[in-house]
């Protein structure tokens, strides 16, 4: 049987002036999700900066997260660390709340061993009232979770599936391994996302895709039906527009372009830099930018 697709805005978190938590900005950016038919959010991830918020910042974004999305769809949040104690912090806040899922990636600064890493997520799992995701990003960590590490950890009854942000032809590997488990592989490569559609990867969770919910909607909903033109077309918008994100920095763009769509808050940071009037003006007129921004307007298909 053919699997539907599961697409996962992995969404920023939109800040005050005083950067804690602009809860207007948070709704509309959940209401920006929920009108594309997303079928999850992945809250304090990466492109929610969840390792630049304050404690009291962070409980704020999970808590409205958790008042707001749960009747729209999946809600996964990020509770990542450097250790141990202060990842189950983490988990400890959350265990009060309805998430779907706790993610986490390994822990970053210092260096670790796989059996470590085995030892440090079977413990998260243990103290985790939701299911854990493991997180695999070594871009980030400089250490990756290895396939054999990562079928290890699948055995856990509390540990049920994991972001591939890596390899992607480890990725591949453990599909096949797992193929009739119940563990899940939630792949991040947007730009590849209408090819993996369409070769059986259904599964799929990204930054980029909380900007353009609607054009990511419609790639998967042509890649579905067999429309392999249209979704590859789709998917080369949505690179022009990650092309633009890493031109003009990640996080002040963002910024930008949420801010544009009515969607308010800063979801950069400090020492993120806003952009100044005349590279914001410059952002908003380039063609990739208008290109991806004129599906976020209009009603999308439900995927079938």
């Not at 986490?104 to 997520?121: G, T």
């Amino acid at each position: 049987m053919k699997l539907k697709p599961y697409i996962c805005s992995a969404i920023g978190t939109p800040l005050d002036v005083e950067e804690q938590l602009d809860p207007n900005g948070l709704r509309a950016h959940f209401e920006d999700q929920a009108r594309a038919g997303i079928h999850g959010v992945l809250v304090g991830g990466t492109m929610g900066a969840m390792p630049l918020l304050t404690w009291r910042t962070y409980e704020q974004l999970v808590r409205a997260s958790a008042d707001y999305w749960p009747v729209h769809g999946e809600l996964l949040v990020g509770v990542s660390d450097l250790s141990f104690a202060r990842t189950r912090e983490r988990i400890q806040l959350v265990n009060e709340l309805p998430i779907d899922g706790a993610v986490a990636l390994a822990p970053y600064f210092l260096s670790y061993s796989q059996a470590d890493l085995i030892q440090y997520f079977e413990a998260l799992a243990a103290e985790s009232r939701a299911p854990l995701f493991l997180y695999d990003l070594p871009q980030r960590t400089g250490i990756a979770l290895t396939v054999e590490t990562v079928l290890r950890l699948s055995e856990h009854p509390n540990i049920a599936g994991i972001k591939c942000s890596g390899d992607l032809s480890e990725a591949r590997r453990l599909i096949d391994s797992l193929r009739g488990s119940d563990f899940r592989v939630i792949v991040a490569q947007a730009p590849l996302l209408d090819v993996l559609l369409r070769t059986g990867m259904n599964q799929h969770v990204d930054g980029v895709y909380c900007l353009v919910p609607q054009l990511t909607r419609r790639i998967a909903e042509a890649a579905t039906r067999g429309d392999g033109e249209t979704a590859a077309e789709l998917t080369r918008r949505l690179c022009s527009l990650l092309l633009m994100l890493r031109k003009y920095g990640v996080f002040p763009a963002m910024t930008a372009l949420l801010n544009t769509r009515g969607i308010s808050g800063s979801f950069a940071p400090r020492p993120h830099q806003p952009l100044t009037s005349a590279v914001r003006e410059s952002l908003l007129a380039e063609g990739a930018v208008r290109d991806a921004l004129t599906f976020e307007e209009s009603p999308v298909a439900a995927i079938v």
